[in-house]
């Protein structure tokens, strides 16, 4: 079993930065891949990176590549998502989830991650 609790949500103006944290409890963070993830009113949970079990590998939704960085220390069982030049369609419920089986050729899709956090709402006012 993996507890997640994500943190750093909040209000931020267009062009702005936020850096979200996931809190990991239960398991040995090396043990499994991190992602983020996040869903807009209306629509369908969406990927937004993800990174390896030892951290040297990340991944990125084309949508955000380039604004987010992911990243992890094992050691404080915690993955970040640095969120940078913040637009208003990144407004969403976050969510971060770690993946013990997940491979790297789907770790874009959510049923590679058997544990989620409960979200974390990030607001980008234009």
């Known amino acids: 079993q993996v507890q997640l609790v994500e943190s750093g949500g909040g209000l931020v103006q267009a062009g702005g930065s936020l850096r979200l944290s996931c809190a990991a409890s239960?398991?040995?963070?090396?043990?499994?891949?991190m992602g983020w993830f996040r869903q807009a009113p209306g629509k369908e949970r969406e990927f937004v990176a993800a990174?390896?079990?030892?951290?040297?590998?990340?991944y990125y939704a084309d949508s955000v590549k380039g604004r987010f960085t992911i990243s992890r220390d094992n050691a404080k069982n915690t993955v970040y998502l640095q969120m940078n030049s913040l637009k208003p369609e990144d407004t969403a419920v976050y969510y971060c989830?770690?993946?013990?089986?997940?491979?790297?050729?789907?770790?874009?899709?959510?049923?590679?991650?058997?544990?989620w956090g409960q979200g974390t709402q990030v607001t980008v006012s234009s």
């Open positions: 989830a770690a993946g013990v089986t997940a491979r790297a050729m789907s770790i874009r899709t959510s049923i590679e991650y058997e544990y």
């Open positions: 990174i390896s079990r030892s951290g040297g590998v990340t």
């Open positions: 239960g398991r040995t963070a090396s043990t499994y891949a």
